[in-house]
């Protein structure tokens, strides 16, 4: 099973800043199986972000992916007070499908 | 606009069998892509239970797969899950979702809302 650790686990910042969160792979993962979700209090994760840098449909272009093989990267360029959520990454570069256990980020 | 909607039982007792099912509206499950169930213990990180293609073929998560059953009624636009011998262990949010097709990537794209489920005597 690929774990995904992702990183930091809470992540402090201020409206307008950058935010930048680690998902790194047990495993070499392509890139075409490696999405993040954003996912806020009470409602279900929305998909931001598949093929590691694709960015789906209506997300804002603050958002965008990167990386590769092990290490990949979302990074949320000016944070806006809507982006204050969780994060998780999710890869299927082989069964079972797993998900990272999540970053937080959070007004500072 | 793809919709998917959870209902089944809120509370189930340890033993018995979890049944939940999944309403697809604004698209045709014989159109095509995967269909899948998630699911998120309380304050934890989620976890892919199952997924089905609308051809029939089914994928399970191995840490599940003696526990679980999945299918699909085309004829009904929805599929359901089953999971069995539950233990306060499988109490979580249970999320059904479409799922890209494996060449794109399997990831979800459209989610239903979620529904809770406790396993409590």
């Known amino acids: 099973e690929i774990v995904l650790t992702q990183s930091p686990g809470t992540l402090s910042l201020s409206p307008g800043e950058r935010a930048t969160l680690s998902c790194r792979a047990s495993q070499s993962v392509s890139s075409t199986y490696l999405a993040w979700y954003q996912q806020k209090p009470g409602q279900a994760p929305r998909l931001l972000i598949y093929g590691a840098s694709s960015r789906a449909t209506a997300i804002p272009d603050r958002f965008s992916g990167s990386g590769s093989g092990t290490d990949f990267t979302l990074t949320i360029s000016r944070l806006e007070p809507e982006d204050f959520a969780v994060y998780y990454c999710q890869q299927y570069g082989s069964s079972p499908l797993t998900f990272g256990g999540g970053t937080k980020v959070e007004i500072k | 606009q793809v919709q998917l909607q959870e209902s089944g039982p809120g509370l189930v007792k340890p033993s018995e069998t979890l049944s939940l099912t999944c309403a697809v509206s604004g698209y045709s499950i014989s159109s095509g892509y995967y269909w899948g169930w998630i699911r998120q213990s309380p304050g934890k990180g989620l976890e892919w239970i199952a997924s089905?293609?609308?051809?029939?073929?089914?994928y399970y998560n191995p840490s599940l797969k003696s526990r679980v059953a999945i299918s699909i009624d085309m004829s009904e636009n929805q599929f359901s899950l089953k999971l069995s011998s539950v233990t306060a262990a499988d109490t979580a949010v249970y999320y059904c979702a479409r799922q890209a097709p494996y060449s794109s990537g399997w990831h979800f794209d459209y989610w239903g809302q979620g529904t809770l489920v406790t396993v409590s005597s």
């Open positions: 089905i293609h609308y051809s029939g073929s089914t």
